[in-house]
T-cell receptor, first 116, second 109 residues
Framework: ETGVTQTPRHLVMGMTNKKSLKCEQH?????MYWYKQSAKKPLELMFV???????ENNSVPSRFSPECPNSSHLFLHLHTLQPEDSALYLC???????????????FGNGTRLTVT | TQLLEQSPQFLSIQEGENLTVYCNSS?????LQWYRQEPGEGPVLLVT?????EVKKLKRLTFQFGDARKDSSLHITAAQPGDTGLYLC?????????FGAGTILRVKS
């Protein structure tokens, strides 16, 4: 399998639940990202990992907790979310990460999250 | 704060028509990327433009980077239903990649 794979594709959770999103990349890339995509809004960068080290955290609420156990896998742990957190969560990877660089991003197909 | 504004927000056209979508900012970017996102999928990179005034062609798609590297346009000739999707521009500058909100294109057969 090639590319960036995200699971699950769809997730419905209550505000008191704990769930995790999974991302796996088969491209040999060194950087991985979590983005939030809401309708009619720009993609919001949440977290960046480079060589398994978190290099960027854009003021994301603590109810979102990322984990990067190795360069191929990225998780987003979710707990006590709010209805406004409902969105498409996209994982991406790039060959390397350099702040402000134009390294092409390879995206997964996303997890559509609904918080009830 | 760097912002990228994309216009129009939504465009619905008939197959065979030509169209142009725009990506504008008051900020200068070192490069600019265009992505297309089809329903149910993630964005896919179409092109990266780096030099002011640069023009790149990808089959029926023509991308242009403004001379001042603050804006870009995407022109599609003879649009086809397969061109339907969300077109996103993203500018690299400062210390991050900034995305626009996108243009939703629908091409009817």
């Amino acid at each position: 399998e090639t590319g960036v794979t995200q699971t699950p594709r769809h997730l419905v959770m209550g505000m008191t639940n704990k769930k995790s999103l999974k991302c796996e990349q088969h491209l040999g890339h060194n950087a991985m990202y979590w983005y939030k995509q809401s309708a009619k809004k720009p993609l919001e960068l949440m977290f960046v990992y480079s060589l398994e080290e978190r290099v960027e955290n854009n003021s994301v609420p603590s109810r979102f907790s990322p984990e990067c156990p190795n360069s191929s896998h990225l998780f987003l742990h979710l707990h006590t979310l709010q209805p406004e957190d409902s969105a498409l969560y996209l994982c991406a990877s790039s060959q390397d990460w350099v702040a402000g660089s134009s390294s092409p991003l390879h995206f997964g197909n996303g997890t559509r999250l609904t918080v009830t | 704060t760097q912002l990228l504004e994309q216009s129009p927000q939504f465009l619905s056209i008939q197959e065979g028509e030509n169209l142009t979508v725009y990506c504008n900012s008051s900020s200068v970017f070192s490069s600019l990327q265009w992505y297309r996102q089809e329903p149910g999928e993630g964005p896919v990179l179409l092109v990266t433009v780096v030099t002011g005034g640069e023009v790149k062609k990808l089959k029926r798609l023509t991308f242009q980077f403004g001379d001042a590297r603050k804006d870009s346009s995407l022109h599609i000739t003879a649009a086809q239903p397969g061109d339907t999707g969300l077109y996103l521009c993203a500018g690299a500058g400062g210390n991050k990649l900034v995305f626009g909100a996108g243009t939703i294109l629908r091409v009817k057969s």
